[in-house]
C-alpha cells in the first residue's frame, strides 16, 4: 500500500505550542519592550526627576570630590520658602537624628535607625567639616561640605559616593537640589543592576525625602515669618570628641552628639 502525503498548504498549518512556552515567550518579550522603553524614555526622567537642563548640567559644591563618577543623579524641588527655613531641615538629619524624612519602615530594614522629625531639634542643629552619619557598623557619610543656607555635601568612606544638597534661590521660593554621584564597581551586571533596579529604587525614596523636607519647611515658613522663626542652636563651645550612639553622628571638635 503506498504511504499517504499530507498535501495541506504550509499556509493553513497551524503550530500547536504548549501554553507555559507562549507564556514564557510573551513574557520575554514584553520584559524586552519595558526595558527598551525604560531605558529610552523613562531612564532620564527617573534618574533626574524634577530637575531642569540647566540644573543637571550646572556644575555643584561636591562635584570635584568624584571627579569621575560612573552614575550621577540630580533630583530637585521647588520649595515655597526661603533658604533659612529649609536649612535646619538639612543639617539635622542623619542616623540618630532626625532621620531623612521618608520611609523611615524601609530604612529600618537595613538597621540604619531613622525616625523622620516634624520639628527643629536645637541639639541637632550644628554639623561641620569632618562629622560623621553613621550607617550601620561598618560604613559612614562624612561632612565634607557645610555651607550653611547654601549648601550640603557628604562622602562615604571609601569615597565611592558622593551626596549633595545644595539651595538656589529663585525670588521668594528656592530649589532644592540632591546629587548623588557614585562609583559602580562589579562590570556589566553591576551597571545594569544600577540602572534597572538602583536609579528608580533611589526615586521612590529620594521624592519621598523632597516631598517631606518641601512640606515642612512651607508650615515652618508659613507659622514661622522671617523675624520671629525659632533661632537654630549654634556649634556651642569648644568640647572633646566623645563616642556616637549607634547610627548617630560622630562629632568633630566643637560639636557635641544628641540622641533619641
Not at 550640603?152 to 539651595?167: C, E, I, N, T
Request: glycine content about 10%; charged content about 20%.
Amino acid at each position: 500500500m503506498c504511504p499517504t502525503i499530507d498535501t495541506t498548504p504550509w499556509s493553513t498549518l497551524t503550530l500547536e505550542v504548549h501554553p507555559m512556552r507562549r507564556a514564557l515567550a510573551f513574557l520575554t518579550v514584553g520584559t524586552l519592550g519595558a526595558t527598551l522603553v525604560y531605558r529610552i524614555l523613562l531612564y532620564e526622567r527617573v534618574r533626574d526627576w524634577g530637575a531642569r537642563p540647566d540644573e543637571v548640567a550646572r556644575r555643584l559644591p561636591g562635584d570635584d570630590l568624584l571627579a569621575d563618577a560612573a552614575m550621577v543623579s540630580t533630583r530637585a524641588i521647588t520649595i515655597d520658602a526661603p533658604a533659612s527655613a529649609i536649612w535646619p531641615w538639612l543639617i539635622q538629619m542623619g542616623p540618630g537624628r532626625a532621620g531623612a524624612y521618608t520611609y523611615d519602615w524601609i530604612e529600618n530594614l537595613f538597621g540604619l535607625d531613622m525616625h523622620s522629625a516634624d520639628e527643629i531639634v536645637p541639639q541637632w542643629q550644628s554639623m561641620q567639616v569632618g562629622d560623621t552619619w553613621r550607617l550601620g557598623k561598618d560604613q559612614a557619610l562624612r561632612a565634607e561640605i557645610v555651607e550653611p543656607g547654601q549648601a550640603l555635601v557628604v562622602r562615604s568612606q571609601d569615597g565611592g559616593w558622593v551626596w549633595a544638597f545644595v539651595l538656589a534661590p529663585e525670588g521668594e521660593a528656592t530649589r532644592l537640589l540632591s546629587r548623588n554621584r557614585m562609583v559602580v564597581k562589579g562590570g556589566a551586571l553591576a551597571h545594569l543592576a544600577m540602572t534597572y533596579l538602583m536609579v528608580p529604587g533611589s526615586l521612590v525614596m529620594e521624592r519621598k525625602m523632597l516631598l517631606g523636607i518641601r512640606n515642612r519647611a512651607e508650615k515652618l515658613a508659613r507659622e514661622h515669618p522671617e523675624g520671629e522663626r525659632p533661632i537654630a542652636a549654634g556649634p556651642g563651645p569648644a568640647a572633646a570628641p566623645g563616642p556616637a550612639e549607634p547610627g548617630g553622628l560622630v562629632a568633630g571638635p566643637r560639636l557635641g552628639h544628641a540622641g533619641r
